[in-house]
Nanobody
Framework: QVQLVESGGGLVQAGGSLRLSCAAS????????MGWFRQAPGKEREFVAA????????DYANSVKGRFTISRDNAKNTVYLQMNSLKPEDTSVYYC?????????????WGQGTQVTVSS
């Protein structure tokens, strides 16, 4: 089992920045690829970004490419999502997730989520 706890959400004005963190515990963090997803009210959960176990490979949804950056620190068992140039449509609950195998990733473990609200 892997336990994931997100933090760093909040209220920010459009054009602003936030950095989300996801702390992992329970199993060897570096064995897992990590991802960020989001879900807005009334919408399905959608993929945001993913990073391989060693950080050597990243992937982004087109809607966030060039604005968001995913990174990880295996020594701290933490994955980050730096979000810049935020837009009101980025308002969602953001979840981190862990995938035990290689790509294509199957995310088996999920955090509880952190709310991000972007005001116009």
């Amino acid at each position: 089992q892997v336990q994931l706890v997100e933090s760093g959400g909040g209220l920010v004005q459009a054009g602003g920045s936030l950095r989300l963190s996801c702390a992992a515990s329970g199993r060897t963090f570096s064995n897992y690829a990590m991802g960020w997803f989001r879900q807005a009210p009334g919408k399905e959960r959608e993929f945001v970004a993913a990073i391989s176990w060693n950080g050597g490979s990243t992937d982004y949804a087109n809607s966030v490419k060039g604005r968001f950056t995913i990174s990880r620190d295996n020594a701290k068992n933490t994955v980050y999502l730096q979000m810049n140039s935020l837009k009101p449509e980025d308002t969602s609950v953001y979840y981190c997730a862990a995938a035990p195998g290689p790509a294509p990733y199957e995310f088996d473990y999920w955090g509880q989520g952190t709310q991000v609200t972007v005001s116009s």
